[in-house]
């Protein structure tokens, strides 16, 4: 076959449904020849194809999903800095609220070795609303700094598995910086 299978997508409609009256909802379903690929003629067969479980569903009530991650310090991600010059970490990410309903007390947390938690300011996010959440750490001397990260809310999460973000570590000491 000349494309991927099975191609998996999921589409949130809900930006287009105002949600105060019944609305009918049509889906439509077309295929295309890739012919962006120019002279692979493969990409120009007309391949059968089927659709198969289509699912059509109402979202969770409360679903925060993060859609970008950085950690660094003076915009840079140091796993290795200098023990006369350790600067803040900064800790962001942007936060999606694809679920039904509008989050509140969202925050980003920080847990640094396993003791020391750090906290954005809590935001509201509205359906479909995107927020920046960020926190700052700042070392308190050589050795190593492990870190994890997590989203909470007021809410708890009908989709947890898409808001993970994973955690890392960084060392302080020596005279050397490194990425």
Avoid at 70 to 98: C, E, I, K
Avoid at 152 to 170: H, K, L
Wanted: glycine share 10%.
């Amino acid at each position: 076959c000349a494309y991927p299978n099975p191609d998996l997508k999921s589409v949130n409609i809900s930006s287009y449904l105002d949600g105060t009256t019944a609305q009918s909802v049509w889906i439509s379903f077309e295929w295309r020849s890739d012919a962006a690929t120019g002279q692979n003629g493969a990409f120009w067969a007309m391949y059968g194809w089927l659709i198969d479980d289509l699912k059509i569903r109402t979202l969770p009530d409360f679903d925060l999903k993060t859609t970008y991650n950085y950690w660094g310090s003076v915009g840079v991600n140091y796993h290795l800095m200098h023990s006369n010059q350790s600067a803040p970490v900064d800790f962001r990410t942007d936060v999606l609220n694809d679920g039904g309903q509008t989050m509140n007390g969202v925050a980003l947390e920080v847990d640094v070795n396993s003791g020391t938690i750090n906290t954005s300011p809590t935001a509201s996010i509205a359906k479909n609303g995107v927020d920046s959440l960020e926190t700052t750490f700042t070392p308190s001397g050589d050795g190593t700094y492990t870190f994890t990260r997590r989203i909470i809310a007021d809410s708890t999460d009908d989709v947890p598995s898409n808001n993970v973000i994973g955690g890392d570590d960084f060392i302080i000491g020596g005279y050397i910086y490194a990425q």
